[in-house]
């Protein structure tokens, strides 16, 4: 089960996305006790995020487009601090 995003990592996470992709919905799910014991677990936590958003800079963009967009938005976080990051990106209506 994903754990409550409460830590720095994630309200990071969450504050670069709002304030790059203005998203109508946001959701930052902290996955790193899924992943004790695997490759690529930080021990301090907060290492594998799912993230679930709405927004209009999505609409027309294939899956891939609002992928990398996503990946622009924290690609400091993910080269120091994330290890894995699950993204699901809909447009409104979608």
């Known amino acids: 089960m994903s754990e409550p995003c409460t830590g720095p990592v994630a309200a990071e996470i969450t504050k670069r996305l709002t304030e790059s992709l203005d ?3 946001l959701v930052v799910r902290d996955d790193s006790e899924m992943h004790r014991g ?4 930080d021990p301090r ?3 594998h995020f799912t993230v679930e958003m709405v927004s209009a ?3 027309g963009l294939s899956r891939v487009q609002r992928q990398r967009l996503v990946n622009e938005a924290l690609a400091e976080l993910l080269k120091e601090r994330v290890h894995a ?3 699901r990106a809909k447009a409104p209506g979608e």
């Open 23 to 25: 998203p109508s919905h």
């Open 38 to 41: 695997h490759a690529g677990h």
């Open 45 to 47: 936590g907060e290492s």
């Open 57 to 59: 800079r999505f609409q």
């Open 85 to 87: 990051l699950a993204i």
